[in-house]
């Protein structure tokens, strides 16, 4: 079942739930055709959080008819996507960067609120304040918390965060409490200001403890604290305290 609504007279907002099926791939058909004889544009949230699973007479019918659909989708100005599997997330990244010019933004159940206000053009930035400093009263420990997805911009302003406050006399030592991980975009990696930035961290740290995250951050974490200056340890989400005592030690 699929359910399309006006949710600004800009942007529209679709729901897919349970199986998507024959008459749900033509409904968006019909509905892409309907847009493009009206000139229209505007921007797209597609919800698939409750979709359990398509047909093949679904995609089927998307691709008899993907000239259509393609053309509405580059009139659009903003498509978010929502979904709360993996596969789907990065099955919609990867046909993204398959088509220049036509680009996705994609995220978890959990910010849906961030995708609705991303097309709603609430806030100019689709992933906005992943990065925040935390308050724990010890101005020789630089503490922060990442709760969503790093684009570049994001990126980019999380760096110069650690370093300002890095720039206190009394501050060498860091700590990242990642709370919610939802990736990072490719184009993060290649930008100066988050490499040089990394680089300058390196030279004023002497430890640094990763709290939380997937399992592949602290093996990681493990392999560059053998190599680099400043100690690294990884710890659970369970063992704040334990990163805490580790940080404040002599």
């Excluded at 739930?17 to 055709?33: C, W």
């Excluded at 959990?110 to 925040?132: F, I, K, Q, S, Y």
């Excluded at 918390?145 to 650690?162: F, T, Y």
Aim: charged share 30%; proline share 3%; with cysteine.
């Amino acid at each position: 079942m699929i359910d399309i609504e006006q949710i600004s007279p800009n942007a529209h907002r679709m729901v897919v739930m349970a199986e998507f099926r024959q008459d749900d791939a033509q409904r968006i058909v019909d509905f892409a055709k309907e847009q493009l004889e009206a000139g229209s544009g505007g921007n797209l949230l597609i919800d698939l959080t409750a979709m359990a699973g398509f047909s093949l007479s679904a995609v089927t019918v998307e691709l008899a008819h993907l000239p259509s659909v393609l053309r509405y989708a580059y009139r659009l100005d903003r498509i978010a996507i929502i979904s709360d599997k993996e596969w789907v997330r990065s099955a919609a990244r990867f046909e993204s960067a398959l088509m220049p010019g036509l680009t996705y933004e994609v995220y978890d159940e959990d910010e849906a609120d961030a995708a609705r206000a991303w097309v709603l053009e609430e806030n100019e930035a689709p992933h906005t304040g992943a990065v925040r400093e935390l308050d724990i009263g010890k101005p020789e420990i630089a503490a922060f918390e990442l709760n969503g997805r790093l684009d570049r911009e994001e990126s980019e302003r999380g760096v110069a965060m650690v370093r300002a406050r890095l720039e206190e006399p009394d501050c060498s030592r860091l700590m990242i409490v990642i709370r919610g991980w939802h990736g990072f975009d490719v184009d993060a990696m290649f930008s100066s200001q988050v490499m040089g930035g990394k680089l300058d961290l390196i030279g004023k740290l002497d430890r640094y403890a990763i709290v939380g995250g997937p399992d592949w951050i602290g093996g990681m974490a493990s392999v560059i604290g053998a190599v680099l200056k400043p100690e690294i340890r990884a710890f659970d989400l369970d063992d704040l305290d334990k990163a805490m005592g580790w940080l404040t030690e002599d």
